[in-house]
T-cell receptor, first 112, second 115 residues
Framework: AQSVTQLGSHVSVSEGALVLLRCNYS??????LFWYVQYPNQGLQLLLK??????LVKGINGFEAEFKKSETSFHLTKPSAHMSDAAEYFC??????????FGTGTSLTVIP | EPEVTQTPSHQVTQMGQEVILRCVPI?????FYWYRQILGQKVEFLVS????????KSEIFDDQFSVERPDGSNFTLKIRSTKLEDSAMYFC?????????????FGPGTRLTVT
């Protein structure tokens, strides 16, 4: 079985500060891991994914995430927050490739 | 840029009624999905559909749910007899190949309210 836990349902950062959104996974098979972003009144958009290649994954909008098997983590980071980063972020895991398990989401607020 | 569309954006129905949620996936995509998100909870996988049949479904997707691709463009989710606990945001998604290889593109969702 697969699941993800997102620590912190709300995160606030100042504009220009580091963004760190936490995700820990549980998987009985080698996992595929994803981060999605959701802007108000829109669908989820893929930020990046880990599919067993490089452990440091770079995505769109300057985000990246590192797969750490020893810590069962896949935290999302961005060196410098921008006002446009304010959104809901979801971590997801898949083992089979078709069935995705999402976390409860983290709402990111960027303070000017 | 191609996008997944969903109609209606908001549907209100009475308990026990049937509802059909509609989705138009991206035209060259072959894999289709439905997810739901109860307010304040996780986005939950319901079903995946490929080659005109269900490829995977979750335990949530019981006999009251069904999916169909009635023509070459629409992908529908039917709930036969709605319950209060079916109130949620329902997202449709599609991908050209499996989502491990290709990105799933999500629609904006349909908010279903069962009264």
């Amino acid at each position: 079985a697969q699941s993800v836990t997102q620590l912190g349902s709300h995160v606030s950062v100042s504009e220009g500060a580091l963004v760190l959104l936490r995700c820990n996974y549980s998987s009985s098979v080698p996992p595929y891991l994803f981060w999605y972003v959701q802007y108000p009144n829109q669908g989820l958009q893929l930020l990046l994914k880990y599919t067993s290649a490089a452990t440091l994954v770079k995505g769109i909008n300057g985000f990246e995430a590192e797969f750490k098997k020893s810590e069962t983590s896949f935290h999302l980071t961005k060196p410098s927050a921008h006002m446009s980063d304010a959104a809901e972020y979801f971590c997801a895991v898949s083992g089979t490739g078709n069935q995705f398990y999402f976390g409860t989401g983290t709402s990111l607020t960027v303070i000017p | 840029e191609p996008e997944v569309t969903q109609t209606p954006s908001h549907q209100v129905t009475q308990m026990g009624q049937e509802v059909i949620l509609r989705c138009v996936p991206i035209s060259n995509h072959l894999y289709f999905y439905w997810y739901r998100q109860i307010l304040g909870q996780k986005v939950e996988f319901l079903v995946s559909f490929y080659n005109n049949e269900i490829s995977e479904k979750s335990e949530i997707f019981d006999d009251q749910f069904s999916v169909e691709r009635p023509d070459g463009s629409n992908f529908t989710l039917k709930i036969r007899s709605t319950k209060l606990e079916d109130s949620a945001m329902y997202f449709c998604a599609s991908s050209e190949r499996t989502p491990i290889v290709d990105e799933q593109y999500f629609g904006p969702g349909t908010r279903l309210t069962v009264t």
